[in-house]
C-alpha cells in the first residue's frame, strides 16, 4: 500500500544501458543515488551489449545494497521497487526488470516499470520544485533526440525527434573520427573549450515540423576530416580544439534552432533540458540565454541528473504510483518505445 505522499518509500533500479543504478526516494525525496558506470566499453568505442548485461548481473547486487546503506533503509521499510522498462538494452533491461519484480514478489510488495526517456524528463523534480506545467523539454541522449510538451507528470507528448541519429550519437561519432575516446561527448565538450566555435562550418539538415536529422552533419564532418587529412596528415592534432569547438557549435546551434521554434508557437510556462548532452557546458549556456530571450524559466538538470541515473527512475516512479499505475502481472521490457510514450 502506498496511499499518498507520505509514506513512500521507492527502491528505484536503472540498467537500460551500460550504467548500473539505483536509488532510494522517500516522499519523493532523493536519499541515495548510486551508479556504477562500466568503463569497459571505452575499450571497443562503444557499448558491447552482451558485456553490458553482464556487467549489470555482477553489478546490481552491491550497487543496490550500496543504495539501502547511504538511504539507512531496509527491504521491509519499501512499499515498492520500480525500474526501468524500456527504451534500451533488452538483455541489460531484463537484468534490471527481473531483479526488481523478483525482490518485490519476494517482499509482497508493488513493482512498476517507467520508461527511461519519461524519467529524463522528470529529472527536473528531483530536488525541487521543477518547472510549471505545461512546459518543453529537449531531451538530448546518447540514443534519443526529442522535443516533450509536458502536460502533467504522467502526460507527455513527443511533438519532434530526430529522424536517425540522436545528438549524443553525433557527439559520439564525431569523437570517434577524431580519434578520441568513447563516449566521445565529454571530450568534445573539454576540447572546446580551448577552441574556437566559427573556425569551421558544417552543413544543417532541415526536416518537417520540430524534426531533426544528423545523419547529413555526420557524413559532413566525415568528408571534411578525410580531405584535409589527405592533404596534411597532422591535420586533426593540430586543429583538434577548434573543430570540436566548430562541430559542438553546429549541434548546439541546430538543436536549440529547432527547439526555439517549437517554444515560440507551444503556449508553455517554462523551458527545460534534460538527458546526458544536456551535460554539454556550451548547451547549457547557450539554453540559458535563449530561455531568458524567450522569457521562460530555464531548467537543467544537476550534472549527475543528466545522464543514466536511478534518480530520476525513482521521480517518475513516484509520480507514476501516485497516480496508480502498477505492473500488469505480464509486464516485459522494451527496446524501443515508437508505439507508445
Ligand atoms: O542519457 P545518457 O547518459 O544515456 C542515454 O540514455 O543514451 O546519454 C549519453 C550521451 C552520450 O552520447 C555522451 O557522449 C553524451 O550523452 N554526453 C555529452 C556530454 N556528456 C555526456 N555530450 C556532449 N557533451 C557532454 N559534456
Ligand atoms: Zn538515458
Redesign the pocket.
Known amino acids: 500500500m502506498y496511499p499518498n505522499q507520505d509514506n513512500l518509500c521507492i527502491l528505484a533500479l536503472e540498467t ?2 551500460d ?1 548500473t543504478g539505483a536509488a532510494v526516494m522517500i516522499n519523493g525525496k532523493i536519499h541515495s543515488n548510486v551508479v556504477a558506470t562500466q568503463e569497459m566499453h571505452a575499450r571497443y568505442g562503444g557499448v558491447i551489449p552482451e558485456m553490458a548485461s553482464r556487467a549489470h548481473m555482477v553489478n546490481i547486487v552491491p550497487v543496490v545494497e550500496e543504495a539501502m546503506k547511504i538511504a539507512g533503509v531496509t527491504l521491509n521499510d519499501l512499499h515498492a521497487i520500480v525500474y526501468a522498462r524500456g527504451p534500451g538494452l533488452m538483455g541489460s533491461l531484463m537484468v534490471g526488470s527481473t531483479y526488481a519484480r523478483s525482490l518485490a514478489l519476494g517482499l509482497g510488495i508493488k513493482s512498476l516499470g517507467v520508461d ?1 526517456l519519461k524519467a ?1 524528463v522528470l529529472a527536473h523534480f528531483i530536488d525541487g520544485k521543477g518547472p510549471e506545467f505545461p512546459f518543453l523539454n529537449l531531451l ?5 533526440t526529442m522535443i516533450v510538451k509536458v502536460e502533467s507528470p504522467n502526460r507527455m507528448e513527443i511533438i519532434g525527434k530526430t529522424a536517425d541519429d ?1 545528438a ?2 553525433a ?2 561519432k564525431c ?1 570517434k573520427l577524431l580519434g578520441l575516446p568513447y ?4 571530450w ?2 573539454r576540447h572546446a573549450q580551448k577552441g574556437n566555435p566559427k573556425a569551421f562550418a558544417f552543413p544543417e539538415s532541415r526536416m518537417p515540423s520540430y524534426d531533426y536529422s544528423f545523419s547529413g552533419f555526420k557524413t559532413a564532418v566525415r568528408y571534411f576530416l578525410q580531405d584535409h587529412s589527405e592533404k596534411d596528415p597532422g591535420f586533426i592534432s593540430r586543429n583538434i580544439d577548434d573543430i570540436c569547438a566548430s562541430v ?1 557549435d553546429s549541434i548546439v546551434n541546430y538543436l536549440l534552432k529547432i527547439f526555439k521554434e517549437a517554444a515560440k508557437h507551444e503556449n508553455i510556462r517554462a523551458v527545460a533540458i534534460s ?3 544536456s ?3 556550451s ?1 547549457r549556456k547557450a539554453f540559458e540565454q535563449l530561455a531568458s530571450e524567450l522569457g521562460l524559466p530555464a531548467f537543467i538538470p544537476k550534472f549527475e541528473y ?3 541515473n536511478a534518480a530520476m527512475i525513482a521521480m517518475a516512479g513516484h509520480f507514476a504510483l501516485l497516480d496508480g499505475q502498477l505492473d500488469a502481472p505480464d509486464a516485459m521490457p522494451y527496446a524501443r518505445n515508437d508505439a507508445d510514450f
Open positions: 537500460s544501458c550504467d527511461h529524463h538530448v541522449s546518447g540514443g534519443h540522436a549524443g550519437e557527439f559520439d569523437a563516449p566521445g561527448g565529454p568534445i565538450d559542438q538527458g546526458g548532452v551535460a554539454n557546458s548547451l543528466c545522464t543514466d
